[in-house]
């Protein structure tokens, strides 16, 4: 079992408040991810879990047990660095199994521990070869082999893939999920980047001046953000301010949004959120719209294309409804021009509706 939980944390640096988080819990074996932008405390949380960094207040608790005292080198946790951290005078075999004989192992175990993690992860045969000798993705890979050799309750990472390449970095991040479901480790991801967290993690927490704003799964983070905040950080978003001025269908949370250049769109919403006559904003993502086809009935609005850019799969298109700008994505490789009008459709059913006073929080 490796069940962690934060209560109360409080870490204050100057008039910064760097981890402010009243309660947490991170299941056994789950990939938890804090994500956030630069400076929101996801690193300080994680230093706090490690040891590394001292709260001001609050309690670190590991299966019950209050670990807050606890020096990091006998947390039994692991960690996996920005920077990988490797010993550049030590080959890769020394530097998986240095964990190992700080802890005193017997050299015959290690020899076994080591050639597990390192056909674990793929690195056979590079046993004697030293940090520079190896490719950024294969640093990587030692540097999480140095980690779990030492069979850790907790494993963490601090931006562990922001050194490679695009490319690398999308496959590793693949790799590491496999990894740690395969292992069974409870696992704590810290990174600013939403397509990594969200390919690597099973729940979040997105934080912001050192508060969690929304906890919950990819898909509900996505899907049903909290706040402006969240809906901006989280995928690419287009937004348009109006008013809620009719409740078609209560049952169903059916309204109809107005906007000031006399726009009026339709959508669903969730009315214990929101009132007849309030100021909301619309969360338009370029998944929610489509070029207009004869079948669409609602919805339907003219639209100015400003950008066309071709994708090699599709054309990507910045357009403006009335005059808000919005985006959307076709497939077909057949262009219309900057300048041009055409007929576009925003799916009523992914349109998120969220209240005016929830815009900045």
């Known amino acids: 079992m490796a069940r962690l939980t934060l209560e109360k944390i409080k870490k204050i640096y100057g008039k910064t408040v760097a981890a402010d988080i009243p309660y947490l819990e ?34 670190v608790l590991l299966d019950g047990k209050d670990i807050t005292n606890v020096p990091p080198e006998k947390r039994n946790m692991a960690m996996v660095f920005q920077s ?26 290690i020899r076994k521990k080591v050639k597990w993690a390192l056909e674990l992860l793929r690195l056979e045969g590079l046993e004697n070869r030293y940090p520079h000798q190896l490719s950024g993705g294969q640093q990587q890979r030692v540097a ?38 395969r292992l069974g480790i409870t696992s ?42 969240v809906a901006s950080f989280v995928g690419v978003t287009y937004f348009i ?13 059916k309204v109809l949004i107005s906007t000031e250049d006399g726009l009026e769109i339709l959508a669903y919403a969730d009315l214990e959120r929101v009132k007849k006559d309030q100021k909301v904003t619309l969360v338009v993502r370029p998944e929610y719209v489509h070029v207009a086809s004869e079948s669409n009935v609602e919805n339907v609005f003219l639209a100015k294309v400003d950008r066309a850019t071709y994708t090699g799969d599709g054309i990507d298109y910045e ?43």
């Open 26 to 59: 991170i299941k056994d074996k789950e990939f938890f991810g804090l994500l956030g932008p630069s400076g929101c405390g996801k690193t300080t949380t994680l230093r706090i879990i490690a040891g590394l960094t001292k709260p001001d207040e609050g309690r």
């Open 144 to 181: 999480v082999a140095r980690a779990i050799v030492i069979e850790p309750q907790v494993l963490l990472f601090d931006e562990p893939l922001s050194n490679l390449d695009a490319k690398l970095r999308e496959n590793v991040r693949f790799e590491l999920r496999k990894l740690q479901k």
């Open 188 to 229: 704590i991801y810290v990174t600013h980047d939403q397509a990594e967290a969200f390919a690597i993690c099973d729940r979040i927490a997105i934080m912001n001046k050192g508060k969690i704003i929304q906890l919950g799964t990819p898909e509900e983070i996505y899907n049903k953000p909290v706040n402006l905040f």
């Open 241 to 253: 301010e109006g008013r809620l001025t009719e409740i078609l269908d209560p049952s169903i949370g």
């Open 84 to 109: 990988w951290a490797l010993f550049p005078h030590m080959t890769v075999y020394d530097n998986v199994a240095f964990g190992l004989r700080l802890r005193k192992v017997p050299e015959n175990e």
């Open 319 to 361: 357009v403006k409804i009335g005059k808000w700008p919005i985006r959307l994505k076709t497939s077909t490789t057949y262009k219309f021009e900057p300048g041009s009008e055409i007929k576009v459709h925003l799916d009523p059913m992914k349109i998120i509706v969220l209240p005016e006073i929830l815009s900045s929080e």
